[in-house]
C-alpha cells in the first residue's frame, strides 16, 4: 500500500492497544500543534491524501483504545480514512478475514467547506469477510461515512454500540450482505442517518443482498435473511451543513431528513429500531439508479443483479430517467416490522412520512408489519394499506413511485433531475460546513488485561499504571502498547 498512513499494519495477528481512549492520539495535524487542531494552518495537506491507522489484507488485526483524527482526503480526494481495515479496496476482492475494534473514536475537525481536503469515512471495513466485530466506538464529521462497512458479499460482521454524527452518512454498506448485524448503535445529527446500497463500481461484487448464503438458513429475522438492524436509534438526521454533501457521489446526494434509506438492496431486515424526529422519512425503502460505470479491472462487475437501462430510455424504468446509461437496483425483499416512530416526515412534503417504499413492482415486493407510532403511523402508500396482506412477505407488490420520487430527488438536491422551486419540495439547505468536537468518550476499563508485560503494565492485568511514554512493542510485536503520546504522521509515522 503506497499511500501515506499514520499507521500502517501489514503483519497478522497484531494487536494495537492505547492506554487511554481520549489521550492515545493517531493526529494527521503537523507537529507541535495541539491535538485534533481545526485549524487550517494546522493541517497536512497532500496531493493524494493520507489515512490513520491502517491493517493492509492482514487478517486478526485488532485497534483499541485510541482515537484517530484530522487524516485527510487529497486536494482533489482519495483517502482520508482514519481507522480503515483495507482488504484490498477496489481489488473486487475479498484480501482479510478475522479483524475487530473496540473503544476506539474516528473525527476529524477540519474540513474545506464540503469540499476536499476533509475527512472522508471515520471506522472503515472493506472487502473483508470476518469474522469481525466493532464495538464501542464514536465517528464523526465525515464527507462520506462515519461507518463503512463494504465489498463484502457475505460480510459475516457485527457493528454494535457504535455511536455516528455530523456526517453525510452515518453508516454506508455497500455491496454488503450475508451475516451483518447492525445493532444497538445511534446515528444522528447527519444527513442521512444508513445508506445500505447496491452499486454498479469498484466495491464488486454487487448487489446488497442480505439473503443468507445457505438457503436453508434461518438467522435470528426468523428467516432466510442474514443481514439484521435491530435496537438502534436513528434521530435528528436532517443536517444539510456535513462535509461533502452536494459535491457529487451518491454520498453528496444524501437525502437530508432520513433515518435509513435502503437504496437498491435486497432481503434485509429491520426491526425493534427507534426512529424519531427525522424530518423527511423514518425509513425510505428505495430503487437505486447508479450512473457508475466499474474500472476495467473489475471484469465481475457488469451491472450485477441490476438493470442495465441504455441512454434511449427503452427498459422498462425508461420513463423515470433520460439521461445516459444507468445500472438500476431494485429494493425488494426487504422487512420493515415492529419499529417505532416518533415525530419522522415532519418537514410535511407531499410523500414524507414515517415510511415510504419508492419501489417499482417486484416479485417479492417489500414487506412492512406491525410499525407504530404513538400519534399515528404516516405512510406512502398509506399506512392502512402498507401494513395490509398486499405488503406481507413474499407477494409481488411496488410502491409510491411518481409522488415519493419527485421528493426523494428534492432532498437529494436533484442527484436525477433538477427539483422545481415550489412551497411543497422544501429541504433544508446547505449554507455552512459545522463540524462539532468529539466529546470524551468512555475507554477501556482495564487496557493492561490480556496483555503481555510491558513499560505500561508491568503487573499483567493490573489498572494501576501511567499513561504517558512512546510505543513498546512486545511478544514479538503481537502487541503494539500505546502510552498517551501523540503519534504525529512523518512520510510513514509507524509501521508494521
Known amino acids: 500500500m503506497d499511500e501515506a498512513s499514520g499507521v500502517l499494519i501489514e503483519k497478522p ?7 487511554n481512549r481520549n489521550t492515545v492520539i493517531i493526529d494527521g495535524t503537523k507537529a507541535g500543534t495541539s491535538a485534533c ?22 487478517d486478526g488485526v485488532s485497534v483499541e483504545n485510541l ?40 473525527t476529524s475537525t477540519y474540513s474545506n467547506g464540503f469540499a476536499n481536503p476533509r475527512g472522508e469515512y471515520g471506522i472503515f471495513v472493506s472487502n473483508a469477510r470476518g469474522p469481525g466485530i466493532i464495538d464501542h466506538s464514536y465517528a464523526s464529521n465525515m464527507g462520506d461515512a462515519a461507518y463503512y462497512i463494504g465489498a463484502c458479499p457475505d460480510c459475516n460482521a457485527i457493528l454494535r454500540r457504535a455511536h455516528g454524527q455530523f456526517s453525510a452518512l452515518g453508516f454506508s454498506g455497500t455491496n454488503a450482505g450475508g451475516h ?16 445500505p446500497d447496491s452499486q454498479n463500481n469498484d466495491d464488486a461484487p454487487s448487489p446488497n443482498s442480505g439473503r443468507c448464503p445457505n438457503p436453508n438458513e434461518i438467522s435470528a429475522a426468523g428467516t ?44 434485509h431486515t429491520l426491526y425493534k429500531n427507534r426512529f424519531e424526529n427525522n424530518g423527511s422519512w423514518g425509513v425510505l425503502v428505495t430503487d437505486l439508479p447508479d450512473q457508475e460505470d466499474p474500472p476495467a479491472d473489475v471484469p465481475s462487475q457488469n451491472c450485477n443483479g441490476g438493470i442495465s437501462v441504455l441512454p434511449t430510455g427503452t427498459s422498462a424504468i425508461g420513463p423515470l430517467y433520460s439521461g445516459g446509461a444507468l445500472c438500476y437496483f431494485q429494493a425488494f425483499g426487504n ?52 401494513q395490509s396482506d398486499l405488503y406481507a412477505c413474499n407477494r ?30 422544501h429541504y433544508p439547505p ?31 492485568g493490573s489498572t494501576s499504571y501511567g499513561v504517558t511514554g512512546t510505543v513498546a512493542t512486545v511478544a514479538g510485536a503481537a502487541w503494539i502498547v500505546l502510552g498517551a503520546a501523540l503519534v504525529r504522521r512523518r512520510p510513514l509515522e509507524r509501521r508494521y
Open 430 to 460: 446547505s449554507t455552512h460546513v459545522t463540524l462539532r468536537m468529539s466529546p470524551r468518550q468512555p475507554t477501556m476499563p482495564d487496557p493492561c488485561k490480556g496483555v503481555p508485560a510491558n513499560p505500561w503494565c508491568p503487573r499483567n
Open 67 to 106: 482515537t484517530a483524527c484530522n487524516y485527510l482526503t487529497g486536494t482533489s480526494g482519495g483517502e482520508g480514512n482514519e481507522i480503515w481495515w483495507n482488504g484490498g479496496d477496489g481489488s473486487g476482492k475479498i484480501g482479510m478475514g478475522r479483524y475487530w475494534g473496540d473503544y476506539i473514536t474516528a
Open 37 to 58: 487542531s481545526g485549524r487550517k494552518q494546522d493541517q497536512t495537506f497532500t496531493k493524494d491524501g493520507m489515512n490513520g491507522v491502517v491493517a493492509f489484507k492482514v
Open 13 to 19: 495477528n497484531l494487536h494495537l492497544r492505547g492506554m
Open 224 to 267: 432466510n435473511s442474514c443481514s439484521i438492524w435491530r435496537y438502534n436509534f436513528f434521530h435528528d438526521n436532517n443536517n444539510p451543513n456535513v462535509p461533502g454533501l452536494g459535491t457529487g457521489g451518491l454520498a453528496g446526494a444524501a437525502p437530508v431528513g432520513t433515518g435509513i434509506a435502503l437504496a437498491g438492496i435486497e432481503y
Open 180 to 195: 451483518l448485524i447492525i445493532e444497538r448503535n445511534e446515528f444522528d445529527h447527519n444527513a442521512i442517518g444508513a445508506a
Open 335 to 386: 422487512d420493515v416490522r415492529g419499529n417505532t416512530f416518533v415525530n419522522d416526515g415532519f418537514y410535511k412534503n407531499p410523500g414524507n412520512a414515517d415510511i415510504a417504499d419508492l419501489g417499482l413492482p417486484h416479485n417479492p415486493g417489500n414487506c412492512f408489519s406491525g410499525n407504530t407510532d404513538p400519534a399515528g403511523l404516516t405512510a406512502y402508500p398509506p399506512a392502512a394499506l402498507l
Open 396 to 425: 409481488p407488490n411496488g410502491g409510491d413511485v411518481t409522488l415519493t420520487l419527485l421528493q426523494a430527488n428534492c432532498a437529494t438536491r436533484g442527484l436525477l433531475f433538477p427539483c422545481p422551486d415550489t412551497p411543497l419540495t
